[in-house]
């Protein structure tokens, strides 16, 4: 029987990508990422963004599969997750959110 899978988030700049990591044999999968994956993603989303309206999904979180070129919307990187595992997927995926030049936002208030 397969460990349970949870999701690892790597932040590095704007850039946001998930892997997935079995539990029971504690070791993450290699998701051999780089920086062209990067670049595809920012290539499909830019073409769904001129395809579609996303005023309604403003402040959403995207997940992108450049492989596949799929696209997922959820309220969080954990709801996209939990849609991807209800479907078997467990691919890496760049995330954005709606309307956002970054998904995180570094720094305290002043």
Do not use: C
């Not at 997935?20 to 051999?32: L, V, Y």
């Not at 799929?70 to 995926?93: H, M, N, Y």
């Amino acid at each position: 029987m397969k460990g349970k899978k949870s999701a690892v988030v790597d932040r590095s700049g704007h850039t946001t990508i998930m892997a997935h990591m079995d539990t029971k044999a504690g070791a993450m999968k290699s998701s051999n990422w780089k920086e062209a994956d990067s670049r595809k993603a920012k290539q499909i989303w830019a073409a769904y963004q001129q395809q579609h309206d996303l005023s309604e999904r403003s402040g959403q979180t995207v997940g992108i599969d450049p492989a596949s070129g799929r696209i997922w919307f959820g309220e969080s990187i954990q709801d996209i997750v939990s849609q991807r595992d209800a479907e078997g997927l467990d691919s890496p995926l760049f995330f954005e959110r709606v309307g956002s030049a970054t998904y995180f936002r570094k720094g305290g208030r002043q």
